[in-house]
């Protein structure tokens, strides 16, 4: 990803790149990458097959012993918050040593996923909580506050928090795993 803040209305790029460490040239390939709802489809570049937008595949014949297809999808952001973009490797015509396809296991190197931030905005006086959530299959999960100028605060612990904010100013949350 080529921006890890990005503020409501900008456009981000994902680079997805594929390539064979085996020993024989792989046909069938197919690479799911399908934006989520807050990002919006703005436009792709490819010299590897075709990728499709609405249902998120990217296609292509072959790929060579050594070789590395690329696919760069650029979106808008349309929401806040944190958003995650995975890219796996679904489909391909021979066996995988390592790794199978399709089956969204993070260990394995056929699948990859980046997070972007979106700043959300909360006018003075409202009174609400913002819920911040990762996915399941990240594990022990400790969320940190920093108040503009501070450092870091542990403020909780496991895969959703809600933040709430009684003062006014800029604060970042950020979570190790």
Same mark, same amino acid.
């Given at each position: 990803?080529?921006?890890?803040?990005?503020?409501?209305g900008?456009?981000?790029?994902f680079?997805?790149? /594929?390539?064979? =460490?085996?020993?024989?040239?792989?046909?069938? &390939?197919? +690479?799911?990458?399908?934006?989520? !709802? @807050?990002? %919006?489809?703005?436009?792709?570049?490819?010299?590897?097959?075709?990728?499709?937008?609405a249902?998120?595949?990217?296609?292509?014949?072959?790929?060579?012993?050594?070789?590395?297809?690329?696919?760069?999808?650029v979106?808008?952001v349309?929401?806040?918050?944190?958003?995650f973009?995975?890219?796996?490797?679904?489909?391909?015509?021979?066996?995988?040593?390592?790794?199978?396809?399709?089956?969204? /296991?993070?260990s =394995?190197?056929?699948?990859?996923?980046?997070? &972007?931030? +979106?700043?959300?905005?909360?006018? !003075? @006086?409202? %009174?609400i909580?913002?819920?911040?959530a990762?996915?399941?299959?990240?594990t022990?999960?400790?969320?940190?506050?920093?108040?503009?100028?501070?450092t870091?605060?542990?403020?909780?612990?496991?895969?959703?928090?809600?933040?709430?904010?009684?003062?006014?100013?800029?604060?970042?949350?950020?979570?190790?795993?």
């Amino acid at each position: 990803v080529d921006k890890r803040i990005i503020m409501q209305g900008e456009e981000v790029t994902f680079t997805i790149k /594929v390539w064979n =460490e085996g020993e024989y040239t792989t046909t069938g &390939i197919e +690479v799911t990458d399908l934006l989520n !709802a @807050g990002l %919006q489809y703005v436009s792709h570049t490819t010299a590897s097959g075709d990728y499709v937008a609405a249902t998120g595949k990217w296609t292509f014949a072959s790929l060579a012993v050594g070789d590395t297809a690329t696919l760069k999808v650029v979106a808008r952001v349309v929401g806040e918050g944190v958003f995650f973009n995975t890219a796996e490797i679904t489909k391909m015509d021979q066996e995988d040593v390592d790794s199978t396809p399709g089956n969204g /296991v993070e260990s =394995e190197d056929d699948i990859d996923r980046q997070c &972007i931030t +979106v700043p959300i905005k909360i006018c !003075a @006086g409202q %009174q609400i909580g913002v819920e911040l959530a990762i996915p399941a299959q990240y594990t022990g999960v400790v969320w940190f506050r920093k108040k503009q100028g501070g450092t870091p605060e542990q403020v909780g612990t496991g895969n959703t928090y809600v933040a709430t904010e009684t003062e006014l100013g800029s604060y970042e949350y950020t979570y190790t795993a």
